[in-house]
């Protein structure tokens, strides 16, 4: 191009050397070529950087096409393949990345576009990834409103690609275990033609279930519980028509924990949420009791006394779970936290790093599974015994027995 010859010169030879041939069909005349590079995932997959923008070719060089996308007009002096992504060295736009090339390199298997494809996502980081698009304003907010140029960061977590030939009545994405277990849904799907990118905003299990009106100090934020390194099946539903495709959700890099004791991790974690979840379920279920009791001592005030009596027993439960004196986030620091608040910490202490449960995790699991069950087996006794015996005074007055209910309490 020095000597005023804008053509484009690629030459590609197939026998070590002996001949070359000028392999430049789809790039326009005028866009000289900077440089090739050739994928190392997918023999013959070769991106080239010209004077105007990127090319691809999926047939070792027989034919280009544009791939631009966003991509301004603008001269790409270098190239390279960072594991999954495509880093174009621009003059004068600085970096552009194209992120997650599997859709790309799945492109030459995929023949027809007037079918929806699900493309085979790459093995997904379970990266905790925090922060924003960057950027800023220049001299500060106070001073001006104009913003800094800025890119978007690319998705995070297990980021799916899909393509639809027509608009879709509805498009569902799912992400599955082994097992069949729905472990996360993508959110924000769009349905209308074209390529399209989505990803779970969560991929975790449900952790135990906190009821409104239960206060609990230090466990925030740590209620799910994040999916172990392993084998997963994203599952996407568009009109009916469902389409599967595998990938391996893999640990972060920079922990030295083992996919072993990730997994260990979620094992107990799931454990402390069940049990956690049983201990606020005691607590919903008395204060079920004691609605309906109110109740019906309003209607059966001769049965007062039997019901001050066996809810006091009631309430020794509760308060060995619950601070039931916490009318506010701040009370916990007046009233200390109870059972089931414990158990919650301690969910939030195994799954807040990226490693493997220690053995004082274990021991304190234990020791707290222990006091729970001595609440347990007071539960039921009360069930099975004073609460039975109440509600035959009830029924003999005329009134609705007292059943327990797990509902919002």
């Not at 000289?32 to 070792?60: H, I, M, N, Q």
């Not at 924000?188 to 779970?200: E, I, P, Y």
């Not at 893999?250 to 083992?258: G, I, L, V």
């Amino acid at each position: 191009h020095e000597s005023d010859d804008y053509r484009p010169y690629i030459y590609i030879t197939d026998d070590s050397g002996k001949t070359w041939r000028n392999a430049v069909r789809g790039i326009p005349n005028d866009a000289f070529v900077r440089v090739v590079r050739e994928d190392p995932a997918r023999k013959g997959l070769l991106y080239a950087g010209t004077e105007t923008g990127v090319y691809v070719s999926f047939d070792s060089g027989a034919n280009w096409a544009p791939l631009q996308m966003n991509l301004p007009i603008v001269p790409i002096h270098d190239l390279t393949i960072k594991e999954d992504d495509l880093v174009a060295a621009t003059h004068g736009r600085s970096f552009w990345v194209l992120d997650d090339l599997s859709p790309v390199r799945q492109a030459a298997d995929v023949r027809s576009a007037n079918k929806v494809i699900l493309y085979k996502p790459s093995d997904a980081t379970r990266a905790r990834i925090g922060g924003g698009g960057g950027g800023g304003r220049r001299g500060g907010a106070a001073q001006s409103a104009e913003t800094e140029p800025m890119g978007a960061n690319p998705m995070t977590g297990a980021v799916v690609s899909y393509y639809l030939p027509s608009e879709a009545k509805e498009v569902k994405i799912e992400y599955l275990d082994k097992s069949g277990t729905v472990v996360a849904s993508a959110a924000n799907v769009d349905k209308s033609a074209g390529f399209h990118r989505a990803t779970a905003a969560s991929f975790s299990y449900p952790g135990y279930v906190n009821p409104p009106r239960m206060l609990m100090w230090g466990a925030g934020g740590r209620s799910t519980i994040p999916a172990p390194p392993g084998e997963y099946t994203v599952r996407m539903t568009v009109d009916g028509q469902v389409l599967t495709q595998t990938f391996r959700w893999t640990k972060d890099p920079r922990s030295p924990a083992t996919d072993a004791e990730l997994v260990a991790q979620y094992q107990l974690a799931k454990r402390i949420s069940d049990r956690t979840t049983e201990a606020n379920n005691i607590v919903v279920k008395v204060r079920s009791i004691r609605e309906q009791v109110l109740k019906a001592c309003e209607s059966h005030p001769e049965l007062k006394s039997d019901a001050d009596t066996m809810m006091a027993k009631f309430e020794l439960v509760e308060n060995a779970i619950y601070q039931t004196k916490a009318q506010s986030g701040q009370d916990l620091l007046n009233y200390p936290i109870k059972l089931n608040n414990r158990m919650a910490a301690l969910m939030g202490v195994v799954v807040g790093v990226e490693y493997g449960p220690t053995q004082q995790t274990y021991e304190v699991f234990d020791m707290l599974s222990k006091l729970l069950d001595v609440e347990v087996a007071n539960m039921k006794r009360l069930e099975d015994n004073d609460l039975k015996a109440f509600n035959m005074k009830l029924t003999a007055a005329g009134g609705t027995p007292i059943v327990p209910v797990l509902g919002t309490q």
